[in-house]
């Protein structure tokens, strides 16, 4: 059986050890060199960002996140071990990990490591498909010759060369399609390098929960369940009409994931599907000026990122989470793309009004969505407000403002409540 070894890149027969430097980190498959779909992921990305640049944080329980009313963005594998996980309210990381150190997210750091990976990936393949900064799709078909290795090598060297050059950690998931690989990476976290192969996919997907399958939230899961289906192995049993006309197009979805196909491409130029921004308070608020001002904060941030990308949308969100952490969704669609914070804020400010008052609330967000190319914004104005042509061109006069003299030259006041 094919074998590689992790550690100087040796590739051999089957051994418990690497006959060249005697690491025992072996990686042995029968398909080992026939793969070519992989997703990589790195390991507690922010936190590993943060130990590096701080070594005293090395042996400590670290989670990345904002305050104690906030939520946890990552953590190192010694807070996981308390229970501690990603998008857990802050109060519970603290209670169930109180000795952990708090760090506050640096994105700019994080942004440049990311960028510094990604470069490391276009040195082994042109094909791939970012799903965040830290982790992504990379098909590595027909590199072989160009590298004078198979795939699985190439990525070895990738993951030694993020820890030698970087300091950051990650882990593979080697497979023949996207649904597979994915799972790949998460079975031997951290510094994994898992395969899924397809002689093994049947036997590998069916005792396995249906919560394997990505997408299959607790909503999801809990509709299943409802429907007798706990495991692949259940699902299998059904027919896909049936699976249709129960679950609609998910019940397709999961139909073909289930017998582990997944025909979609590692696509590089994988389109934008939303832009949104939100805040968590330090502590729920219900005063109607503070949250206004909010609103108009962040109906400005996805304006911004919307003309900085060249996009526009059709669909405006706003998001609220009660003290309680019941969450509130309101969306609108608009007659034309919009990509302007007069306007994303009056629409939001307008779902805002329809929610019933009185709660207190804890977070506040703004998103755009159905998007289209920026030259489709706000084209021909608003018949039912003369205004909006004068407003959108006060603020385009702003933005260049901004442009030259900074993000604060001109500040409206509404912001400042």
């Given at each position: 059986m094919p074998a590689l070894c992790r550690s100087c890149l040796t590739c051999f027969d089957t051994g418990p050890r690497c006959p060249?430097?005697?690491?025992p980190r072996i990686l042995s498959h029968p398909e080992l060199f026939d793969l070519s779909i992989a997703?990589?992921?790195?390991?507690?990305?922010?936190?590993?960002?943060?130990?590096?640049?701080?070594?005293?944080?090395?042996?400590?329980?670290?989670?990345?996140?904002?305050g104690t009313r906030g939520v946890v963005s990552t953590c190192c594998y010694i807070a996981r071990i308390s229970g501690v996980r990603s998008a857990m309210p802050m109060f519970q990381a603290l209670k169930l990990c109180p000795e952990a150190v708090v760090v506050r997210p640096r994105m700019q750091v994080y942004a440049e490591v990311s960028?510094?990976?990604?470069?490391?990936?276009?040195?082994l393949t042109p094909a791939i498909e970012p799903l965040s900064l830290d982790e992504a799709f990379l098909d590595l078909t027909g590199t072989a010759r160009l590298h004078g290795a198979p795939p699985a090598v190439m990525l070895a060297r990738l993951i030694r060369r993020?820890?030698?050059?970087?300091?950051?950690?990650?882990?593979?998931g080697l497979s023949h399609n996207k649904f597979l690989a994915k799972i790949a990476?998460?079975?031997?976290?951290?510094?994994?390098?898992s395969i899924i192969g397809r002689a093994e996919t049947a036997d590998f997907l069916t005792p396995r929960p249906v919560r394997i399958i990505w997408g299959v939230g607790t909503a999801t899961?809990?509709?299943?369940?409802?429907?007798?289906?706990?495991?692949?192995a259940d699902l299998l049993r059904w027919d896909q009409a049936d699976l249709v006309a129960r679950f609609g197009q998910m019940g397709d979805r999961l139909w073909h994931l289930a017998r582990g196909q997944d025909r979609r491409r590692v696509s590089r130029d994988e389109k934008l599907k939303s832009i949104s921004k939100e805040t968590t308070f330090?502590?729920?608020?219900?005063?109607?000026?503070?949250?206004?001002?909010?609103?108009?904060?962040?109906?400005?941030?996805v304006a911004d990122r919307a003309k900085a990308k060249?996009?526009?949308g059709r669909t405006v969100t706003l998001k609220l989470k009660r003290a309680d952490f019941t969450q509130i969704t309101r969306r609108h669609g608009l007659t034309s793309p919009t990509q302007m914070a007069d306007r994303l804020y009056r629409e939001a400010r307008a779902l805002f009004d329809q929610v019933p008052g009185g709660a207190a609330y804890r977070l506040i967000g703004v998103g755009l969505s159905d998007l289209a190319p920026g030259s489709a914004a706000d084209a021909g104005g608003d018949l039912l407000d003369p205004q909006a042509v004068t407003r959108a061109r006060a603020e385009q006069a702003t933005d260049a403002i901004r442009a030259r003299f900074g993000r604060d030259a001109i500040i409206k006041g509404r912001a400042l409540r």
């Open positions: 060249q430097c005697r690491s997703h990589m992921d790195c390991d507690a990305f922010y936190a590993s960002v943060e130990k590096r640049d701080n070594p005293g944080l090395r042996d400590k329980p670290v989670i990345v996140g904002g960028r510094q990976i990604r470069q490391m990936m276009e040195d993020m820890e030698t050059e970087l300091g950051i950690s990650g882990s593979v990476s998460d079975l031997e976290k951290p510094r994994g390098f899961q809990a509709a299943l369940e409802r429907a007798g289906i706990r495991t692949i330090n502590e729920d608020t219900q005063d109607g000026d503070l949250l206004d001002g909010h609103l108009w904060r962040l109906s400005v941030q060249d996009l526009s």
